[in-house]
């Protein structure tokens, strides 16, 4: 069933969810707050499920992941999903198709790093959460995985939080104007006339 916990769509370890016919496998993904995806560190079915919360840095990382696998050229109509394979010209009727890669180059890079004809399946890193409570003043827990590095809150953690959304601006424009606006909220205040 596609229904998931809270109104989300259960997902599979690519991000697929489960369709009414086996040729439409692969045509639908399902990433962040929509996605049902049960974590790995609960993975027994008889107790109650745990799932992925719906955050930014979930979905961030699922967009990631399924990048790399469309940029990679997998199949994943194919349950695990695999490179897509071509024929050859000269290939005989009964030969094995080979891998879609232009050189061997490619398969030996992938292979050295780690990576076979097979695709990985999704596996989510929590580095932490940041909360900001108000009046300068924020939570954070930075962590890597299950290991917990370190937990500030008050003005450290306010600091901290702003550091980390400073530097997940993408384009530096972006840092730009928005360390403007807070410099500007910091002298004058916040603009509450268009309220």
């Known amino acids: 069933s596609a229904r998931g916990v809270g109104g989300r769509i259960n997902v599979d370890k690519w991000m697929r969810p489960p369709m009414p016919s086996a040729d439409l496998d692969g045509s639908i993904f399902v990433l962040g707050d929509a996605a049902a995806f049960i974590d790995k560190t609960n993975e027994d079915i008889t107790t109650s499920q745990s799932y992925l919360p719906q955050t930014a840095q979930v979905a961030g990382q699922q967009g990631a992941f399924m990048a790399r696998l469309l940029n990679r050229n997998y199949n994943l109509t194919m349950t695990p999903p695999s490179l897509i394979m071509k024929k050859d010209a000269n290939d005989t009727a009964g030969s094995t198709p080979q891998p879609m890669l232009s050189f061997d180059f490619s398969k030996a890079w992938l292979q050295l790093r780690g990576l076979d004809e097979a695709a990985p399946t999704f596996e989510f890193l929590n580095l ?53 606006d807070w410099l500007k909220t910091a002298v004058f205040g916040r603009d509450l006339t268009r309220f």
């Open 128 to 180: 932490g959460k940041l909360a900001y409570i108000g009046n300068g003043e924020a939570l954070s827990e930075i962590q890597i995985g299950d290991v917990p590095v370190f937990s500030y809150f008050g003005s450290t953690g306010y600091v901290l939080w702003r550091s980390v959304y400073l530097v997940k601006q993408v384009a530096l424009r972006n840092r730009v104007l928005v360390s403007i």
